[in-house]
């Protein structure tokens, strides 16, 4: 069964800093998604990776998926409190139906 | 609805009670999806519907978990004689199609046993 691995677990920066978090897979990555949650709220869809190489932006949060399919980065540009929470890898395989494997969650603080 | 709906978002049972919780999908949503997270871990899978059909419920614990969908539409999961380790965010998640637009996540039941 495929695994993910987040690094780090938890991360704590100064407002203003950027930030990276990786998202590595046991097995080779056919779709992967960045989600964000909050402490006791649902999961919110941040972005979808699919191709080697793939980077995609959203406001201040970039995804890049490598080109051997196998690991994922998010990075954070100038944070912001706002932005602090729980970021969830999840990894679409073995199935035709899309059923995810999640990573542990890296959690993020930002003090202002 | 313009989200994916869970009912209720808490619920406290005590030992041996069962318990009903509901996922109201999006609207038209093919695809329905049942996951689990324990306090600090991701979440993880538990049950998939497409339309009325359960075609995958490899990842429910026990017996004492069950889910129906039986008009293709509003999901119930249902515990028998709750266990403390059922202790879990309870999260829905609906899709159109495999994915494609990324999977709308209800914002969860959260079980407390007792």
């Known amino acids: 069964s495929q695994e993910l691995e987040q690094s780090p677990q938890s991360l704590i920066v100064q407002e203003g800093k950027n930030l990276t978090i990786n998202c590595t897979s046991s097995k080779t990555l056919y779709g992967l998604y960045w989600y964000k949650q909050k402490y006791g709220e649902g999961l919110i869809f941040l972005m979808m990776?699919?191709?080697?190489?793939e980077e995609k932006s959203h406001e201040k949060i970039t995804a890049k998926l490598d080109e051997k399919k196998q690991q994922s980065s998010l990075h954070i540009t100038a944070s912001q409190p706002s932005h602090a929470g729980i970021y969830l890898c999840?990894?679409?395989?073995?199935?035709?139906?899309?059923?995810?494997?999640f990573g542990q969650g890296t959690i993020l603080t930002v003090h202002p | 609805g313009a989200g994916v709906s869970q009912s209720p978002r808490y619920k406290v049972a005590k030992r041996g009670q069962d318990v009903a919780l509901r996922c109201d999908p999006i609207?038209?949503?093919?695809?329905l999806f049942w996951y689990q997270q324990a306090l600090g871990q991701g979440p993880e899978f538990l049950t998939y519907f497409q339309n009325e059909a359960q075609l995958d419920k490899s990842g429910l614990p026990s017996d004492r978990f069950f889910a129906e969908r039986p008009e293709g539409s509003v999901s119930t999961l249902k515990i028998q004689r709750t266990q403390q380790e059922d202790s879990a965010v309870y999260l829905c998640?609906?899709?159109?199609?495999?994915?494609?637009?990324?999977?709308?996540f209800g914002s969860g039941t959260r079980l407390t046993v007792v």
């Open positions: 990776l699919q191709k080697g190489g």
């Open positions: 998640a609906s899709s159109s199609r495999t994915g494609d637009d990324g999977y709308t």
């Open positions: 999840g990894a679409v395989g073995g199935t035709s139906y899309g059923k995810l494997t």
């Open positions: 609207s038209g949503h093919v695809s």
